[in-house]
């Protein structure tokens, strides 16, 4: 069962949309769906991008656990050393927040194990083709973020993953396409892949959710 990278697209971004919207069930009910979904094509990503984000998780857990108003923990172990403690309210909004980020992570993933590169530009190739009547180029932007896929994929090559750093990632973001010299320029070809009917059945889907949550 293959969809159209637009499909794809669209639902991690109907997923970045439905974790602050859901209730608590529905939101096990799409975990356990992307669970499966993850399990079905072995992707392998996600827990890499778990342990990257440790350190934000870990913050982020430890703001909402003592800087949202409630009712403070009883017993709390370091009362004795420290004036302050978490409430019952933080913990759970933290909570909750992890649980939100794990689920666009994983959705991540699971797009990047599924489609390939030259399908992932495809895709935000034609997203964006309309904005060509308000005079964006999506050939330029498809390019750059070729570009851009493929030099960090030379950078991991050469350099330790751990050492690369974010300013390699804004000069190949920055990267002026009309100074490239011709002995490093790469072809870029897209390929037309027409939307099935599994294709339409998912965007009606989307489309169906979105206008029953937005009316609810």
Same mark, same amino acid.
């Given at each position: 069962?293959?969809?159209?990278?637009?499909?794809?697209?669209?639902?991690?971004?109907?997923?970045?949309?439905?974790?602050?919207?859901?209730?608590?069930?529905?939101?096990?009910?799409?975990s356990?769906?992307?669970?499966?979904? #993850?399990?079905? *094509?072995?992707?392998?990503q996600?827990? $890499?991008?778990l342990?990257?984000?440790?350190?934000?998780?870990?913050?982020?857990?430890?703001?909402?656990?003592?800087?949202? $108003?409630g009712?403070?923990?009883?017993?709390?172990?370091?009362?004795?050393?420290?004036?302050?403690? $978490?409430?019952?309210?933080?913990?759970?909004?933290g909570?909750?927040?992890?649980?939100?980020?794990? #689920?666009m992570?994983a959705?991540?993933?699971?797009?990047?194990?599924?489609? $390939?590169?030259?399908?992932m530009?495809?895709?935000?190739?034609?997203?964006?083709?309309?904005?060509?009547?308000?005079?964006?180029?999506?050939?330029?932007?498809?390019?750059?973020?070729?570009?851009?896929?493929?030099?960090?994929?030379?950078?991991?090559?050469?350099?330790?993953?751990?050492?690369?750093?974010?300013?390699?990632?804004?000069?190949?973001?920055?990267?002026?396409?009309?100074k490239?010299?011709?002995?490093?320029?790469?072809v870029?070809?897209?390929?037309? *892949?027409?939307?099935?009917?599994?294709?339409?059945?998912?965007?009606?889907? #989307?489309?169906?959710?979105?206008?029953w949550?937005?009316?609810?």
């Amino acid at each position: 069962m293959r969809f159209h990278p637009v499909t794809k697209i669209l639902g991690l971004i109907l997923i970045a949309i439905g974790v602050y919207q859901l209730s608590p069930i529905l939101m096990v009910l799409l975990s356990l769906c992307l669970l499966a979904a #993850m399990l079905l *094509h072995s992707v392998k990503q996600w827990f $890499p991008m778990l342990k990257r984000m440790r350190w934000l998780f870990l913050s982020m857990f430890l703001i909402y656990a003592f800087n949202t $108003p409630g009712e403070f923990v009883r017993d709390w172990p370091l009362s004795g050393w420290v004036d302050w403690s $978490p409430t019952y309210e933080g913990l759970q909004a933290g909570g909750l927040q992890l649980v939100r980020l794990m #689920m666009m992570l994983a959705g991540v993933a699971l797009m990047m194990a599924t489609t $390939p590169i030259p399908s992932m530009i495809e895709g935000f190739y034609v997203l964006l083709k309309p904005l060509q009547y308000i005079g964006m180029n999506p050939e330029r932007f498809a390019a750059r973020l070729c570009l851009t896929l493929h030099y960090i994929e030379l950078n991991n090559l050469q350099r330790d993953r751990q050492s690369a750093s974010h300013s390699n990632w804004q000069q190949f973001l920055n990267m002026d396409l009309d100074k490239i010299t011709s002995s490093n320029l790469k072809v870029i070809t897209l390929e037309n *892949h027409r939307l099935s009917y599994l294709d339409y059945v998912a965007l009606f889907v #989307m489309c169906a959710l979105l206008i029953w949550k937005w009316q609810a």
